[in-house]
C-alpha cells in the first residue's frame, strides 16, 4: 500500500513508524518541521506542502492509496485532503483539534449534493480519547473495554488482585461463566496469548472476550463483586475533560470537574447541569481534601500536560483512590505512568493510530482495537464463501492467534476447538500486533 503523510511532527512518525515496514510511505512537509526520527525510517521525503498540487504530483498522488494530514493547523490540513481528493481516487484522512470542524466535515461527507468533494474519514484525537475513557469509566475495576457487534460481545480487561480467589489457578480449573474467554495475559509488561495450563498470578492483566452479560457475570464473581462506579472526579476541564462530563451526565454518576482557570470554569458552568464545578488547581492537597476526592471511586486527570496529571494521579492515588485513569500526550510515557501506581494511561495520539489502523485494512479484514499500548490487536475477517467449512481447532494458523468470536448472520457465538467455522462467518480474533500482518495473510481473499 502507497500511503502519503502531510506533517513531519510526532504524529506524523508514530503512523510513518507503524507502517514503513510493510508499506511505501511518502511524508511531506517544511524541511525544517521534521523531527530526527524520520532519518531513521526508510522512507520518502519530500519538502513541501500537501497543499501545493506540483508537491503532490512530485508524491505520486494518483498512484498512492491513502493520504493522512497531520501537521498541527486544522486548515490546512483540510485544504491538504479537499486537494488530493480532487487530484487522485483516494481515500483521505484528516486530523482536526477544532470540535467545529469535525461536525461540519461529516455533514460535507454526508450531502447528496456534494458527493465527490469530502474527506473520507475526520481524526478528532480528543474525541476519540473521551469515548475510550468513558467506556472504561463506567465498568467497575475494569483496565479496558472494548464492545464488539453491537454491543452483545466484549473484550474487558482486568488485574488479578492479591487477595483474588484466581491467584494460583490454573486456566482450565476456573469456573468462568459460559460464553467468556482469556485472549490474553500481561505478565511483567510481556503480552502473551495463553492456554488451559497456564497458571494465574498476582498482578497478571487479564483479556477476556465474551457475551456482554456472560462477562458482566464474570465481572461480579471475581472482580468487583459489589462495588458500583458512583463518584467520579475530572481534573481538568478542557475538551476532554468537558466533553467527559457531558456523556457522564444523566448516567445517574456523581461528578466532580477540577479547573484552575476561572473562566474557563464559568463556562463549565453554563455547558453543564448535573456536574459540580470546581475552581483550582487538581495538585493542592489541601483543595483535594476540602472537596473529599478520596471518596471517589474513580478519578480521571486529563489536563494538557502529563506532568501535572502524574502528579495529581499520584496525589489522589496516596490518598486511597482505588481507581485513577490518566491521560498521557507522549505515548512513551504510557508504560511509566503505569509502572509508578497509575492504573490506567490513555494517549489521544495511540486512539488516533489505532482509528487509522481500523481503516487501512482490505475489505474483508479490519482492526476494532489495540489492546496494552498496542501490542495486542483484535481483528475482524469476514470468511469469504467460498471458505471451506473447518473446525476451530483444525485451522493450522502460523501464528498464535484466538478466535474469540463468530458472527453468523445475526448469531454471536463463543467458540471452543470443535466449533464450526464457514464461508460468511465473521470471525473476531485476538493476536500480538507482530502476528497480525501473518493472521490477516492467511484468510486474504485471492
Known amino acids: 500500500m502507497k500511503i502519503i503523510i502531510f506533517g513531519a511532527n510526532k504524529i506524523g512518525a508514530m503512523i510513518a513508524s507503524q507502517f514503513y515496514t510493510d508499506n511505501d510511505i511518502t511524508v511531506i512537509d517544511n524541511e525544517k518541521n521534521k523531527i530526527d526520527i524520520f532519518n531513521k525510517l526508510d522512507i520518502s521525503f519530500i519538502d513541501?506542502?500537501?497543499?501545493?498540487?506540483?508537491?503532490?504530483?512530485?508524491?505520486?498522488?494518483?498512484n498512492a492509496d491513502v493520504f493522512i494530514a497531520c501537521t498541527n493547523s486544522d486548515e490546512l490540513n483540510i485544504v491538504?485532503?479537499?486537494?488530493?481528493?480532487?487530484?487522485?481516487?483516494?481515500?483521505?484522512?484528516?486530523?482536526?483539534?477544532?470540535?467545529?470542524?469535525?461536525?461540519?466535515?461529516?455533514?460535507?461527507?454526508?450531502?447528496?449534493?456534494?458527493?465527490?468533494?469530502?474527506?473520507?474519514?475526520?481524526?478528532?484525537?480528543?474525541?476519540?480519547?473521551?469515548?475510550?475513557?468513558?467506556?472504561?469509566?463506567?465498568?467497575?475495576?475494569?483496565?479496558?473495554?472494548?464492545?464488539?457487534?453491537?454491543?452483545?460481545?466484549?473484550?474487558?480487561?482486568?488485574?488479578?488482585?492479591d487477595n483474588s480467589v484466581l491467584v494460583n489457578q490454573v486456566i482450565k480449573n476456573c469456573t468462568f461463566p459460559k460464553d467468556t474467554l482469556i485472549v490474553g495475559i500481561t505478565r511483567d509488561e510481556e503480552l502473551f496469548i495463553p492456554n488451559g495450563d497456564t497458571i494465574l498470578h498476582k498482578d497478571?492483566?487479564?483479556?477476556?472476550?465474551?457475551?456482554?452479560?456472560?462477562l458482566d457475570a464474570l465481572a461480579g464473581k471475581f472482580f468487583h463483586k459489589k462495588d458500583f462506579v458512583k463518584n467520579i472526579t475530572i481534573i481538568g476541564g478542557g475538551n476532554v475533560g468537558l466533553k467527559l462530563a457531558k456523556s457522564l451526565e444523566g448516567m445517574k454518576f456523581k461528578t466532580k470537574i477540577?479547573?484552575?482557570?476561572?473562566?474557563?470554569?464559568?463556562?463549565?458552568?453554563?455547558?453543564?447541569?448535573?456536574?459540580?464545578?470546581?475552581?483550582?488547581?487538581?495538585?493542592?492537597?489541601?483543595?483535594?481534601?476540602?472537596?473529599?476526592?478520596?471518596?471517589?471511586?474513580?478519578?480521571?486527570?486529563?489536563?494538557?500536560?502529563?506532568?501535572?496529571?502524574?502528579?495529581?494521579s499520584l496525589l489522589v492515588k496516596q490518598m486511597g483512590v482505588k481507581r485513577v485513569i490518566s491521560r498521557v500526550s507522549k505515548t512513551t510515557n504510557a508504560e511509566l505512568f503505569e509502572k509508578v501506581g497509575v492504573d490506567i494511561s490513555?494517549?489521544?495520539?495511540?486512539?488516533?493510530?489505532?482509528?487509522?489502523?481500523?481503516?487501512?485494512?482490505?475489505s474483508n479484514i479490519g482492526i476494532l482495537a489495540t489492546v496494552e499500548q498496542g501490542k495486542g490487536e483484535v481483528l475482524t475477517i469476514l470468511l469469504s464463501d467460498k471458505f471451506k467449512n473447518a473446525k476451530i481447532m483444525d485451522l493450522k494458523l502460523p501464528v498464535?492467534?484466538?478466535?474469540?468470536?463468530?458472527?453468523?448472520?445475526?448469531?454471536?457465538?463463543?467458540?471452543?476447538?470443535?466449533?464450526?467455522?464457514m464461508g460468511g462467518d465473521n470471525l473476531i480474533i485476538f493476536t500480538l500486533c507482530e502476528n497480525a500482518s501473518v493472521i490477516r495473510d492467511y484468510f486474504k481473499v485471492d
Open 48 to 62: 513541501g506542502t500537501g497543499s501545493d498540487i506540483d508537491v503532490l504530483k512530485q508524491a505520486d498522488i494518483k
Open 80 to 161: 491538504s485532503c479537499l486537494t488530493a481528493k480532487r487530484l487522485a481516487n483516494i481515500c483521505t484522512m484528516c486530523f482536526v483539534r477544532n470540535e467545529e470542524y469535525k461536525s461540519s466535515l461529516g455533514m460535507a461527507k454526508d450531502a447528496d449534493f456534494n458527493s465527490e468533494f469530502y474527506i473520507d474519514i475526520v481524526i478528532w484525537p480528543e474525541e476519540l480519547l473521551t469515548q475510550e475513557i468513558f467506556r472504561i469509566i463506567t465498568v467497575a475495576k475494569a483496565l479496558d473495554v472494548e464492545n464488539f457487534s453491537g454491543g452483545r460481545a466484549r473484550l474487558l480487561e482486568y488485574k488479578i488482585e
Open 204 to 214: 497478571d492483566k487479564v483479556i477476556f472476550m465474551g457475551l456482554a452479560h456472560s
Open 258 to 312: 477540577i479547573e484552575k482557570d476561572e473562566e474557563r470554569c464559568n463556562y463549565l458552568s453554563e455547558q453543564l447541569t448535573d456536574t459540580l464545578v470546581i475552581s483550582g488547581d487538581g495538585t493542592d492537597l489541601e483543595l483535594l481534601n476540602e472537596e473529599d476526592i478520596a471518596d471517589s471511586d474513580v478519578v480521571v486527570s486529563v489536563t494538557n500536560n502529563d506532568e501535572k496529571n502524574l502528579l495529581c
Open 346 to 362: 490513555i494517549s489521544s495520539q495511540m486512539a488516533a493510530l489505532n482509528e487509522i489502523k481500523s481503516n487501512l485494512c482490505g
Open 400 to 421: 498464535k492467534g484466538i478466535v474469540g468470536i463468530v458472527q453468523r448472520r445475526n448469531r454471536i457465538i463463543i467458540p471452543n476447538g470443535t466449533t464450526q467455522i
